[in-house]
């Protein structure tokens, strides 16, 4: 009788294993979202102070013929100066929307007025959308108007300003905002911004235009537009400023595949 029970033990947690065992097996089946993704491109990556293979090279450090309105701005030793005497803007001949954009700068060497009238630039995204320069290194202005700053909007996370005269690199990524048939605004812009490798913007939300004497507002535009570089009377250099145009990865639907799975 005893014996009976034992056995009777043995071939239940046997049993309970081996569902145990299928168990397992069937949770580790592989998830399959049933889209086929079109294979990611080949990009061969920048090497220090130059451009990704597939990026659109704006200033290379030998002319501006990329931009208009920027005939008179002084190009030397591989960077480009801001003409304070020049226009307001220099503007790229080609017309982006969603950008990754990369932009190198050096605020005058000597450090001359204060607050917003020391080394005043700009990077208007669609000629609309400003991302702050300014020499910010022991210069005191409005939080949202400082070096990183979405202009009147948002402050930078830190402030990580280099030194007069020292090189700054600018990685912006940009999503351009959408509007309807009718010009009703149906997607804000988003825009990410790192200063010297460091976030200072995090996909923050664009409100308008950018504007010194008004609150930020959308008026309806192209899905893509120039970009601008702003001149705000101080000698501001530029240097190995380049972009790449962002377009989403697609799939196609494998249905068999997503099927299979779904049913598990
Ligand atoms: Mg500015």
Redesign the pocket.
């Known amino acids: 009788m005893r014996l009976r029970t034992t056995s009777s033990a043995i071939r239940f947690t046997l049993a309970i294993s081996a569902l145990a065992i299928c168990g397992v097996v069937l949770a580790q089946r592989e998830y399959n979202s049933g889209k086929v993704w079109q294979e990611p491109k080949v990009v061969e990556p920048a090497s220090a102070g130059s451009p990704p293979a597939d990026a659109i090279v704006l200033f290379d450090g030998k002319d501006m013929s990329a931009w208009k309105d920027a005939d008179d701005w002084k190009v030397e030793d591989g960077a480009v100066t801001v003409n304070p005497r020049g226009k307001p803007y220099a503007e790229s001949k080609q017309s982006f929307g969603d950008c990754q954009l990369h932009v190198e700068c050096a605020e005058p060497e000597v450090a001359r007025g204060s607050g917003q009238g020391r080394g005043?630039?700009?990077v208007f995204l669609m000629s609309r959308y400003?991302v702050?320069?300014?020499d910010s290194y022991n210069n005191k202005t409005y939080f949202d108007g400082q070096c990183g700053a979405i202009?009147k909007q948002y402050p930078p996370l830190v402030n990580v300003s280099r030194k007069p005269g020292e090189w700054q690199t600018y990685d912006i990524i940009f999503e351009a905002p959408k509007f309807d048939f009718s010009g009703k605004l149906t997607k804000p812009a988003y825009i990410t911004v790192l200063q010297n490798g460091i976030l200072v913007q995090n996909h923050v939300e664009i409100l308008g235009s950018t504007a010194y004497d008004k609150p930020p507002a959308y008026e309806p535009h192209p899905d893509k537009a120039p970009l601008q570089l702003?001149n705000?009377g101080n000698p501001v250099k530029f240097r190995n400023i380049w972009i790449r145009e962002l377009t989403p990865i697609t799939f196609k639907m494998d249905e068999k595949s997503s099927q299979a799975t779904t049913q598990q």
């Open positions: 005043n630039s700009g400003e702050q320069v300014l202009y702003q705000h």
